[in-house]
């Protein structure tokens, strides 16, 4: 019972220190208007880093070690995702780069994730495509 609680606790302080990344970031306006050019990407983002989570959290209450590989994938994009929401919101030279990182490892993750029985890992598993697909449009 204590584990759960912990558990429990755990993941109420790491959603709460998920904070959705924003679209535009507050700077002299020629910044905006570049920043405006991943618009759609972001949000795209953040839905994996939300769906993600909440596999992570499905996937460790299971307490199953075959959910092992999931989380790990799962974790990787968390990671990702907020680091190309960083740097398109620095418009970055290296954007298309980390696109490109960010496509392979939500199709990984999606593919994994699609392969578990479970709502939240289904649900990570469409947001992964979505954004793999969000990403090769950058990458042309």
Known sequence: MKKLIVLLLVSVVTFAAVKPFET???VSGNEVVKVEKYKDCIPSFNEVIFTSNNCVKACSIANNPKLMKCIQYCKECIVVCK???QLMQLNSSCVKEMCNLCAKMCEICAKE??????KAAKDCSAACLKAAKMCKEIQM
Do not use: A, G, V
């Not at 994730?113 to 479970?118: A, E, L, P, R, V």
């Open 83 to 85: 680091s190309s929401i």
């Open 113 to 118: 994730c699609d392969m578990k029985d479970m």
């Open 24 to 26: 535009k970031k507050k």
